[in-house]
């Protein structure tokens, strides 16, 4: 029998899609009793450890919403820190079941690595943080600059991308760890740090002075982030999609985190159907029929999500923009459950 060998990004994407188009994840993870999640190595809001090892954040919630739907607990879940760098490969490779990690939907990322993403949990969009006391009010004054900013990610190209059609010079400082990225910026070895403008309100909190810093108004790209699973399993796929459209849904719907136990009760039937009380809908992807109340329960409606870990009250101190719901201005809409 022939060797066969495969190289470059598509190759291994062929190797982990043909390692896992017959794997049962969902056995798999039932059988270790919790999920194994690839997150960011610390970005406030999103994914972030406190001192005792305790891990919160937006992208978190979304693995103990999946981990609550599985198992009804939303503690059956263990994280795994990973880089930009590191992020794809532990997951083609299944050292994590589920990568939920301040990641951007691109279609190359979509096509090329054997993975798909499963939604859009933030709409995001890569801007730059300067120092105040170098009166800077715009991207555009940033000719000359020397910009801080990740190894393996979106913002390289961007920047690239948008140096050259403002046809301004740069000199790119480019780190694998998020935390060397801050810490260069901050000891001046950049004149401007450049990511998702979601990240530079986060990061800033690390700054020595964050005050004396500014993010410019300024988006230069899309980065809808989301959570992202091997392909080749379409029930898990499954499983985390419809964990985040039911916490969309159940906003809309106006069940939280408190009242799901009494909204089991409502006679509205969306609501009914979303939480089990009407319908099999959890037999579709290989739960029971209260998968959407566990994660609900367990971590909130996005609102919630939302502005318990990043929201105006918080030190990050975003607004809701476009991840406001359809109905009120913004992106985030929910197929229906039926």
């Known amino acids: 029998m022939k060797n066969l060998i495969l190289t470059g990004a598509l190759g291994v994407a062929a190797l982990a899609t043909a390692a896992t188009a017959s794997a049962a994840t969902l056995d798999d993870i039932k059988a270790k009793g919790f999920v194994q999640c690839g997150v960011s190595q610390g970005l406030p809001g999103f994914s972030n450890p406190d001192a005792d090892g305790n891990w919160s ?96 990610t979106t913002t390289e190209l961007n920047v690239a991308d948008y140096f050259r059609a403002n046809n301004m010079e740069y000199e790119l400082v480019a780190f694998e760890k998020a935390d060397e990225v801050v810490a260069a910026y901050d000891a001046g070895r950049c004149d401007v740090y450049t990511t998702d403008q979601s990240g530079l309100y986060a990061q800033r909190l690390k700054l020595t002075n964050p005050g004396e810093h500014k993010v410019l108004p300024e988006i230069i790209s899309k980065e809808p982030l989301g959570p992202v699973v091997r392909q080749g399993d379409d029930q898990w796929f499954n499983i985390v999609k419809w964990v985040h459209i039911a916490t969309v849904n159940a906003e809309e719907l106006g069940v939280t985190s408190e009242n799901v136990g009494e909204m089991m009760g409502s006679d509205n039937p969306s609501v009914r159907r979303l939480l089990g009380a009407e319908g099999e809908f959890g037999a579709g992807i290989g739960l029971g029929n209260d998968w959407a109340a566990n994660a609900i329960k367990a971590i909130g409606n996005y609102g919630e999500i939302f502005e318990r870990n990043v929201g105006p009250d918080t030190d990050l101190g975003i607004a809701r923009g476009v991840n406001a719901l359809w109905s009120k201005g913004g992106l985030m809409y929910g197929p229906p459950v039926r």
């Not at 992020?87 to 083609?92: D, E, H, I, S």
């Not at 979509?110 to 009166?135: I, K, P």
């Open 57 to 152: 954040g937006m992208d978190v919630d979304l693995c103990r919403g999946v981990a609550a739907a599985v198992f009804g607990d939303g503690d059956a879940v263990k994280f795994t820190p990973l880089s930009a760098k590191e992020r794809f490969t532990a997951l083609q490779s299944g050292e994590v079941d589920l990568l939920s990690r301040n990641t951007t939907w691109t279609m190359s990322r979509d096509t090329q690595l054997g993975l798909n993403f499963a939604g859009v949990n933030y709409y995001d969009g890569q801007g730059f943080m300067v120092r105040t006391d170098m009166n800077i009010n715009s991207a555009l004054e940033l000719s000359g600059a020397s910009v801080c900013t990740n190894t393996g």
